[in-house]
């Protein structure tokens, strides 16, 4: 009796096998993905509009900021001062992003290893006494 089995490989090729996992693991991670993008893909774009939103808000107010201070200087001068005031605020948020994490960890040099008790080390004296040396 020859009975039929559902297997996809052609058992004749060589290499079939791996190239036909290869094929599934691949089909399988694009389908994990696919459902994991549907699944968080609304809360991605509201986080990114979000961003959009704050971003553009920010240039308003920056906008107000050098309209306001216009007011009493010219233009130019208005602007470089909240220019320079805005790359300052950059600086200062990068260095405290930059030192943050790293004050989990006390400092960066290697541990310092401790001194080893001489009854420990083979060849000293314990009690006065020379230590017994041991042959190979």
């Known amino acids: 009796m020859n009975a039929q089995r559902n297997f996809p490989i052609d058992e004749r090729a060589p290499g079939a096998v791996p190239e036909h996992l290869s094929e599934q693991a691949e089909r399988a991670v694009r ?5 994991e993008t549907r699944e968080r893909g609304p809360h991605a774009r509201l ?3 979000s961003a959009a939103a704050g971003l ?3 240039g308003a107010l920056t906008a107000c900021l050098v309209l306001a201070l216009a007011e009493a200087m010219p233009g130019w001068a208005a602007a470089l001062i909240v220019g320079v005031a805005l790359v300052a ?3 200062l948020l990068k260095n405290a992003a930059r030192t943050r994490p790293h004050a989990l960890v006390r400092s960066a040099d290697p541990p310092v290893p401790y001194a080893v008790p001489d009854h420990l080390v083979p060849g000293t004296a314990v009690d006065g006494a020379e230590a017994p040396h041991h042959r190979a």
């Open 89 to 91: 605020l950059a600086v």
């Open 56 to 58: 553009l808000g920010g």
């Open 47 to 49: 986080y990114a509009g």
């Open 31 to 35: 389908n994990a993905l696919r459902a």
